[in-house]
DNA sequence: ATAACCGTGCACATTCGGTGCATGATTGGT
DNA sequence: ACCAATCATGCACCGAATGTGCACGGTTAT
């Protein structure tokens, strides 16, 4: 209903080049070129200035973007009030998460809606959480699930998003099948202090989960290994090399010589998720459908997981 | 910047039917039909239902409309204020007005705004003041000058538009010149309560304004003839055929025989003419700018007129 | 200096969105 | 009860808007 130019312009005020902005909406650059010039003809505004190689927004431009998060919001709004009132049914939804959240949130949830309401229909994207916000701006998609960071860029109370928290994901210890705690129920992470740490690479979305989960006990664990993927981190365990963090919402699948343990005591680690959506929007029928079967199944998840792994 | 298929929403909404608002818009009944059924598509929402000959709004299509009041509102609110800020200028104005509104102060706007924005691209139309709202609905005119009527349907607090007041129009006589009241100055209803009376025809805009002016001096005319035309009314007064009323705005040109008097006593009837524009609008500079040059006009207009006709 | 990057103009293709006319459905007049 | 008027809509057609792909000029980093 808003003028897709100017979704454009908004995207561009995010990532800041054209060939940025092409590539998260779909468009070509030449095409969001075109675009951003149609714009300030139909507006009589100047929003650009060439910058160097690149262009900048100016003034205005920042202006209008700025002030347009709460016209979306408004449309957003107005949309799902009509959605609810008139009990009607929408035809596309668009889903972006990260990693795990993507498949073992997002992929029963779009099976769901699936056979709920066969005539919709359900687009999956596997993103970054930065690029789920970015995604959701440009349109591509309506709701994501992405873990929170409170050292991340984003804002808790950005005009342009609105959050629910889904579940806080504890953080189990993966240790090796024949290590001498593998038999107990539960671990500390004051026990598991000496041992090698399998971890992500520093900087990694997880890696300031791992680090301020042993800043809240008091002890700094030694870093062996490390890793990028879960499978790999699994694996490693597996084979010995030491000991890793595991969400419990990370399937161990078929691995092999490793146990999951849950963690006691004051470091209770836990990643928060949450589902984004644009302002405004969480009252659509569809976003609140959305938004009740995924805390059904990561309540599911959560508690059916320890009879599951062992 | 809101999706032009909106508009035309909106504009149905008004008037109720597919001709009528492809009358409105410019566009062809076809292009509307499409246009409306292209935006329940694309919202996944049904709008319109068949009834009778004719389509008529759903719940939703009503819901949807009346919350995007406070959309568009938004919208031109973000314009205006952008345009302020960023000291731009816009391509295009649309000026609407009815009768002697246009000819007396539109005229003289566009002229102003001609010279001082070479190349801003204006646009009169005269229309009568409900046409006037249909087309700041339809976006066709972005500021009206209209005259205000207590008894018309137009609530004074439409959340589609804003209104200012540019000047109270006083009503004076128009006699023969050889009636013996001629020489005179000023004159109140009741010396002339016994004359032949010239108006328009009854249910015409000006008519409740005649009455109204009677009415609050306690006397009732006597209706000798009736004039659609201000410059009818004229001819028959020039012809001695009774007296009339006539607003100072309405010039009385090259008239031959008739005097105009001030109106003085109780009953001083006037009639108000207003500026309306877009709700949210107002800010815009061009618009400020416009109702400076109008209030301006009005007020020289206002004063200079009697030494002008006699 | 050279290479990499970024934005934009141009030729081209496609699609979207418009008009004009014909048609079907419904209502009001005679 | 019929006929004319009114209204919305589908269809063929056409033009304009809007996309892509490629080449080019300008700017920065190595």
Redesign the pocket.
């Known amino acids: 209903m808003i003028d ?2 100017l979704i454009t312009l908004r995207v561009f005020a995010r990532c ?7 590539e998260l909406t ?13 714009l300030q003809r139909m507006l009589g505004m100047q929003l ?1 200035t ?6 900048r927004l100016t003034a205005t431009g920042r202006f209008l973007v700025a002030g347009s998060d709460t016209l979306i919001a408004e449309w957003e709004s107005l949309r799902a009030a009509a959605m609810e009132a008139g009990d009607q049914v929408q035809s596309r939804f668009g889903l972006g998460g990260f990693s795990t959240a993507a498949a073992q949130l997002l992929a029963p949830l779009a099976a769901t809606l699936r056979s709920t309401r066969p005539l919709l229909e359900v687009q999956v994207l596997e993103a970054n959480p930065a690029r789920c916000f970015d995604l959701l701006v440009a349109e591509r998609i309506d709701l994501a699930v992405i873990v929170a960071m409170q050292s991340d860029a984003y804002v808790e109370d950005d005009p342009r998003f609105e959050q629910t928290v889904l579940l806080d994901d504890p953080l189990d210890v993966i240790i090796p099948a024949d290590h001498p705690l593998a038999a107990r129920e539960s671990v500390t992470l004051d026990e598991l202090a000496s041992e090698p740490w399998i971890t992500e690479s520093a900087g990694s979305t997880y890696h300031s989960l791992f680090t301020a989960a042993f800043t809240a006990v008091g002890v700094t664990p030694r870093i062996a290994h490390e890793a990028v993927e879960w499978e790999t981190q699994i694996a490693f365990v597996g084979a010995g090399l030491g000991v890793g963090l595991l969400p419990r919402l990370a399937p161990l699948h078929h691995a092999e010589n490793v146990v999951r343990l849950r963690i006691t005591g004051k470091g209770k680690p836990a990643r928060r998720i949450v589902a984004a959506v644009r302002r405004g929007s969480i009252g659509s029928p569809l976003i609140q459908e959305s938004l009740g079967i995924l805390q059904a199944n990561a309540q599911r998840i959560l508690t059916a997981r320890p009879e599951d792994e062992r």
Chains 1, 2 share one sequence.
């Open positions: 897709p130019r800041g080049t054209v060939g940025a902005t092409a779909g468009y070509s650059p030449s095409a969001v070129s075109a675009q951003l010039r149609e650009l060439k910058d160097g190689r690149g262009v």
